[in-house]
């Protein structure tokens, strides 16, 4: 006899969703920046839109940079709304094998707007990202700062 999933009342292509971006670990749109220290996202969910299921694994942060109301969808199956402000900003942390499965969907009619920062000396392995979402940076752009600027 098979148990029931936490998520059989979800519908059939959030299930889907939830089963492909299970192991992912693109926690955001695009990577703009990685060192051997810490890895910086920029999460863009447009109003009506969710973003992908997504695993983290590392100790982490996020700022929203903009106000809106967004849906998150949980591995348990739970359901949660909330009101994101500008500025409000969340750490997490995961200790060996803990981790979190979710996907967030912008409820409101305003663009959602998060940095998320994950530091890579966290207890869990780092899961790889694949070359695609990395920022692609312009050939004809300019950093502004002399090579001696740079940390």
Known sequence: MSEESPRSHWPSELQKDFDKGYQNGCVGSVLVSETEKVRVWHLHIPAGKRCGF??????YFWTAHSEGLARGYFEDGSIVDVKHYKGETKHLAFGPGEYMVHSV?????TDLLFTTVEFLDSPNKVLSIPDEMRLKVPADAQSGMAPTDVL
């Open 54 to 59: 997504h695993r983290h694994v590392l100790t």
């Open 105 to 109: 969907e912008n409820i409101g009619t």
